[in-house]
T-cell receptor, first 113, second 116 residues
Framework: GEDVEQSLFLSVREGDSSVINCTYT??????LYWYKQEPGAGLQLLTY?????DMKQDQRLTVLLNKKDKHLSLRIADTQTGDSAIYFC?????????????FGGGTRLMVKP | EPEVTQTPSHQVTQMGQEVILRCVPI?????FYWYRQILGQKVEFLVS????????KSEIFDDQFSVERPDGSNFTLKIRSTKLEDSAMYFC??????????????FGSGTQLSVL
């Protein structure tokens, strides 16, 4: 079955860039997503990328997709303490908002002042 | 911003008991979902629901599980006879348009179910 993997933990200093990486196995993935979960809150969709794109930029967020290597990354520029959260990578083989998303285990980002 | 609300935030139950987890999706949304996350594991899809019927379900969603939209606002997940392994955080989600449109999916903050 499909699998999505992420590193567990990332620690950065405030103002630095953060890069969270994700690998997936399903070559038919159509959409790939990044969700953010703050303590006590639900999963918030940050951004997504369609599989025919290499890069997508949205303010401080840059998503890079290497479809050949099945590697997705999320770069957060000028990381702030408010960015501390768990970041989940997810993929949807048939596209769309929530049709059987497969999630990674989440990367806990800690931003030190 | 509108939000999906889930109640209760934490539910404790005895093994074998029935439990109902409640969700109020965003009011104009038509597509509803349940996901769960067992402690230390990944978020897993359970079921999607549209037009008063299940659209898709995963292998996890066996006969012990059922979903219902009893009125115009609530969306519930029922577990008939809870097992220890049902202990998890259960997330409800909703969207305005269907899966093929990549419509933004809104998640609730979850109900932590503890089965003793």
């Amino acid at each position: 079955g499909e699998d999505v993997e992420q590193s567990l933990f990332l620690s950065v200093r405030e103002g630095d860039s953060s890069v969270i990486n994700c690998t997936y196995t399903d070559s038919s993935s159509t959409y790939l997503y990044w969700y953010k979960q703050e303590p006590g809150a639900g999963l918030q969709l940050l951004t997504y990328i369609f599989s025919n794109m290499d890069m997508k930029q949205d303010q401080r967020l840059t998503v890079l997709l290497n479809k050949k290597d099945k590697h997705l990354s999320l770069r957060i520029a000028d990381t702030q303490t408010g960015d501390s959260a768990i970041y989940f990578c997810a993929e949807s083989p048939r596209g769309g908002a929530g049709n059987m998303l497969t999630f990674g285990g989440g990367t806990r980002l800690m931003v030190k002042p | 911003e509108p939000e999906v609300t889930q109640t209760p935030s934490h539910q404790v139950t005895q093994m074998g008991q029935e439990v109902i987890l409640r969700c109020v999706p965003i009011s104009n949304h038509l597509y509803f979902y349940w996901y769960r996350q067992i402690l230390g594991q990944k978020v897993e899809f359970l079921v999607s629901f549209y037009n008063n019927e299940i659209s898709e379900k995963s292998e996890i969603f066996d006969d012990q599980f059922s979903v219902e939209r009893p009125d115009g606002s609530n969306f519930t997940l029922k577990i008939r006879s809870t097992k220890l392994e049902d202990s998890a955080m259960y997330f409800c989600a909703s969207s305005n348009r269907g899966p093929s449109t990549n419509e933004k999916l809104f998640f609730g903050s979850g109900t932590q179910l503890s089965v003793l």
